[in-house]
């Protein structure tokens, strides 16, 4: 098992097809162990807005 701390910035990439999307979304396997900062969700609300402005997603799928 293998545990890593995991920023919005990661996090985002495994609902969007970004650069290193797949890279991001190799740690997501039942062994690892992850963790988030406490800002965590702060950070995703804040990309997630980002997303809605830019016309990625709409609000009801943020």
């Given at each position: 098992m293998s545990a890593y701390?995991?920023?919005?910035?990661v996090a985002a990439k495994w609902f969007a097809e970004e650069t290193y999307a797949d890279d991001a979304r190799r740690i997501l396997h039942a062994d690892n162990q992850l963790h988030a900062p406490e800002l965590f969700?702060?950070?995703?609300?804040?990309?997630?807005?980002?997303?809605?402005?830019?016309?990625?997603?709409?609000?009801?799928?943020?």
């Open positions: 701390v995991v920023d919005a910035s969700l702060l950070e995703m609300d804040s990309v997630l807005c980002k997303w809605v402005r830019r016309g990625v997603v709409n609000e009801s799928e943020a």
